[in-house]
């Protein structure tokens, strides 16, 4: 088995050197991917050696993406170093409230947040800065929405590498912001949105040599497909109705169905779930396409205070429409209060999650009550980012100051603002027994 980049257009296929600094074919420009041609696993002794790994203090065992590197053929952990930080083992946490909320019996979170740096962007980036060193790029960058600077600074600096990121200026959280900055990136905040900011930095990866560690990067790719592989892993390998998740730039979905076709490829499954991609309907370039079909059509200015899937151009469409199309999925988008609104809910379970990830489950209220989604089917919705990621959103939103883009009020229909009590504890004790009387 040597592994490869190919590319991912059926009629290009051209193949490449797993060592090639590529992102795009340099025959028809579509997106790459590592492809492991005459990979063949003995199923059930490879599941046992995963599970067995969970016992093992190897740093490279203890990773919850490479846990699974018979899936990461690209590089040879024996001869070249990885970069972790333990990323993945992201918890998978029913969740009844929100279950009830999105019109099902039950519901199951697969917590992306749990990771080293809050987001999925980890399991990724542990591929992607490893395969940068392999390469000897000291030099890193990105463009992002937040989660994949914070991520690619965190794991560049672990490794010694520079990270140098491009930021749309204005327009991310200060939790995202504050990460790259204290992990020691060079911090670039361009006056462009992310869509013009990406033409520009490929355009600069291309003439300075600095590696790019955006989703264009295949083997960011490779890291997230193992989310679903874990996620198999803690069920048992029973593969669910419905695997839900918010649609940005489509780099997750992309590794969501590559995962999952390699785990059916290799007799890991027999089936694959329905894929539902949930979007912002101020940046819904995707669902316009998914709908209507014909020529992708970007959105030129997109609008969401979920700023991680503020995305107008999103640069894996096409393979993203493919794991639709052959999972039977959908597309569905969301607006700013149905994406607040379930934001909450996911709080009041106890769990918490960033803007982004609660398109998940207002997606999901909308599409089991549109009859999309059966009430009794098993669902597994990917939160794709820490509750703390946007704490200025979650402020506003619980003290009924929360406004969309276009500036009119999100209704605080969950909302729960502290209230400024005397210090006195017979007025406290009064304010407590009318809020939440001893006997309830
Ligand atoms: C928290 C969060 N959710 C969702 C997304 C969208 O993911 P993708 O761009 O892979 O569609 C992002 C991307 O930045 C993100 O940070
Ligand atoms: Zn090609």
Known sequence: MTPQLSCSNAQCRATFSIE??????????????????????????????WRERRMSNAAIDQSGVWRYRELLGFVDPSKHAVVTLREGNTPLLPAPPAA?????????????GFNPTGSFKDNGMTCGATQGLR??????????????????????SSAGMTPVIFLPHGNISYGKLAQALEYG????????????????????????????????????????????????DQRDWHVPDWVVVPGGN???????????RE??????????????VI??????????????????????EPETLATAIRIGDPVSWPKAIQVIDDSNGIVEKVTEQEIADAKAVVGQCGIGCEPASAATLAGIRKLTAAGVIDRGADVVAVLTGNVLKDPDY?????????????????????????????????????ILEERIPASS
């Open 20 to 49: 090639d600094v590529l992102y795009t074919c340099p025959k028809c420009s579509a997106l790459l991917e590592a492809s492991y041609p005459g990979l063949a696993l003995d199923p059930v002794s490879t599941k046992r050696l």
């Open 100 to 112: 009830r909320y999105g019109g099902l019996d039950a519901l199951v979170f697969k917590h992306q």
């Open 135 to 156: 390469l000897g790029l000291r030099r890193v960058a990105c463009v992002s929405t937040g989660n994949t600077s914070a991520s690619m600074a965190a794991y560049a």
């Open 185 to 232: 990136a060079l911090t670039l905040q361009v006056e462009a949105n992310f869509d013009q900011i990406l033409a520009l930095v490929r355009a600069l990866a291309e003439k300075t040599g600095i590696y790019l560690l955006n989703s264009v990067n295949p083997f960011r790719i490779e890291g997230q497909k193992t989310i679903m592989v874990e996620m198999l």
């Open 250 to 260: 489509l780099g997750n979905i992309s590794a969501f169905g590559k995962g999952f």
């Open 263 to 276: 785990l059916l490829q290799l007799g890991f499954i027999d089936k694959l779930p329905r894929f539902a």
């Open 279 to 300: 979007q912002a309907a101020g940046s819904a370039p995707f669902e316009d396409y998914y709908r209507r079909r014909g020529e992708f059509q970007p959105v030129s």
């Open 394 to 430: 979650i402020f506003k939103y619980h003290t009924g100051q929360l406004k969309t883009p276009s500036g009119a009020s999100i209704a605080p229909t969950y909302g729960n603002a502290p209230l400024v009590v005397p210090n006195d504890p017979e007025r406290i004790a009064a």
